[in-house]
């Protein structure tokens, strides 16, 4: 092991859009190698790595330290099996695996071997999901009765990409569920139980493209929803307490950001154009400025996690994943997944 981990990924859009630029822009990371159909592209983007053609070849590189997982939901399983078998440490994208049988063999495999193995819910570091941590640790809202979280876009045309197939790990729940579920166990833990709809609703839908999950706290009530179908937006989040109540409107810019080339690490990066509305009955209506989000905060406690020894910024025990939830019907999370599940 060197004092700079030599990183290995697949160059997917996922890949090239946000792995590769955070990586690139992380102190101790070098992008070592990439896995690619275009080398050319490779050549152009990232003179500096090695461009392989297949993940066997990654694997069987003795450079690399980490494997970078973020290709079509249903392989996560069997690649991220083949670069710990390797002597690889791994992050995976979300979700994690799409089974919890998956998901235990990955984390047998991994203790075993002595790999750090992470989920990469990068959504921790969003500007205003940070902005709400800090606003509930501060009380301002008193105690939380209803939580809700929106992510809406509208794309009315059904795309020919794997996300929209009809195939496993496809739809809107497998890819912004986790998020979401994520971000409320992170807020307020386990609940108790959970009701989860979706819905093919697009002309054409071949999978999920809506959906709305509530879940039940002893003490308050947190709503998930997604849709293709919004062309007015919602409020990202919406939260009322028993002291005041909290809106805010817009995503954090990061994603954009990544999409449209710019460098993590300028100097307005994750900084967020719209911030909240607070409502107190103390001091009436008032904007409420929280910290700046940043992505590459998880891909430096990786780092620190590999070549020091700290603590895995997500493990996949913590990990929440989307295969529990049965439509229309409650079911309790202790019932349908291990608590070391979430």
Same mark, same amino acid.
């Given at each position: 092991?060197?004092?700079?981990?030599?990183?290995?990924?697949?160059?997917?859009?996922?890949?090239?859009?946000?792995?590769?630029?955070?990586?690139?822009?992380?102190?101790?990371?070098?992008?070592?190698?990439?896995?690619?159909?275009?080398?050319?592209?490779?050549?152009?983007?990232?003179?500096?790595?090695?461009?392989?053609?297949?993940?066997?070849?990654?694997?069987?590189?003795?450079?690399?330290?980490?494997?970078?997982?973020?290709?079509?939901?249903?392989?996560?399983?069997?690649?991220?099996?083949?670069?710990?078998?390797? $002597?690889? &440490?791994?992050?995976?994208?979300?979700?994690?695996?799409?089974? /919890?049988? !998956? +998901?235990?063999? @990955?984390?047998?495999? #991994?203790?075993?071997?002595?790999?750090?193995?992470?989920?990469?819910?990068?959504?921790?570091?969003?500007?205003?999901?940070?902005?709400?941590?800090?606003?509930?640790?501060?009380?301002?809202?008193?105690?939380?009765?209803?939580?809700?979280?929106?992510?809406?876009?509208?794309?009315?045309?059904?795309?020919?990409?794997?996300?929209?197939?009809?195939?496993?790990?496809?739809?809107?729940?497998?890819?912004? $569920?986790? &998020?979401?579920?994520?971000?409320?166990?992170?807020?307020?833990? /386990?609940? !108790? +139980?959970?009701? @989860?709809?979706?819905? #093919?609703?697009?002309?054409?839908?071949?999978?999920?493209?809506?959906?709305?999950?509530?879940?039940?706290?002893?003490?308050?009530?947190?709503?998930?929803?997604?849709?293709?179908?919004?062309?007015?937006?919602?409020?990202?989040?919406?939260?009322?307490?028993?002291?005041?109540?909290?809106?805010?409107?817009?995503?954090?810019?990061?994603?954009?950001?990544?999409?449209?080339?710019?460098?993590?690490?300028?100097?307005?990066?994750?900084?967020?154009?719209?911030?909240?509305?607070?409502?107190?009955?103390?001091?009436?209506?008032?904007?409420?400025?929280?910290?700046?989000?940043?992505?590459?905060?998880?891909?430096?406690?990786?780092?620190?996690?590999?070549?020091?020894?700290?603590?895995?910024?997500?493990?996949?025990?913590?990990?929440?994943?989307?295969?529990?939830?049965?439509?229309?019907?409650?079911?309790?999370?202790?019932?349908?997944?291990?608590?070391?599940?979430?």
């Amino acid at each position: 092991m060197t004092e700079r981990l030599r990183v290995g990924l697949g160059y997917g859009y996922v890949g090239a859009t946000f792995h590769a630029p955070l990586i690139d822009a992380v102190p101790g990371l070098e992008l070592f190698a990439i896995v690619t159909s275009k080398p050319e592209q490779v050549m152009r983007d990232w003179p500096q790595a090695r461009a392989l053609s297949s993940p066997d070849a990654l694997f069987a590189c003795d450079d690399i330290d980490l494997v970078v997982i973020a290709t079509p939901n249903d392989s996560h399983f069997p690649l991220a099996r083949a670069a710990l078998a390797a $002597g690889k &440490h791994v992050v995976v994208d979300k979700p994690f695996t799409l089974t /919890l049988a !998956e +998901a235990d063999q @990955l984390v047998m495999e #991994a203790d075993r071997a002595e790999l750090c193995l992470s989920v990469f819910h990068n959504r921790r570091w969003d500007a205003d999901f940070l902005t709400i941590k800090q606003l509930l640790d501060e009380g301002r809202l008193g105690r939380v009765v209803h939580f809700e979280s929106h992510f809406e876009r509208f794309r009315p045309e059904v795309a020919a990409r794997w996300r929209e197939t009809a195939g496993p790990g496809a739809g809107r729940w497998y890819d912004l $569920g986790p &998020h979401l579920l994520d971000q409320a166990v992170q807020l307020f833990g /386990l609940p !108790e +139980a959970i009701l @989860l709809e979706t819905g #093919a609703l697009r002309d054409g839908a071949l999978s999920d493209d809506w959906f709305h999950a509530l879940l039940r706290y002893p003490d308050k009530r947190v709503i998930l929803h997604g849709s293709m179908l919004a062309a007015a937006p919602a409020p990202r989040f919406i939260i009322h307490g028993t002291e005041g109540s909290f809106t805010k409107f817009g995503l954090d810019p990061q994603e954009e950001a990544l999409k449209t080339g710019s460098k993590p690490g300028s100097s307005a990066w994750g900084l967020d154009p719209q911030p909240g509305r607070l409502l107190t009955a103390a001091d009436g209506e008032q904007p409420y400025e929280g910290a700046a989000g940043d992505y590459r905060q998880y891909y430096a406690a990786i780092r620190d996690c590999i070549l020091e020894g700290k603590d895995n910024p997500v493990p996949p025990q913590a990990g929440a994943c989307p295969n529990f939830c049965v439509n229309g019907v409650w079911v309790t999370p202790v019932e349908c997944v291990p608590r070391t599940e979430w």
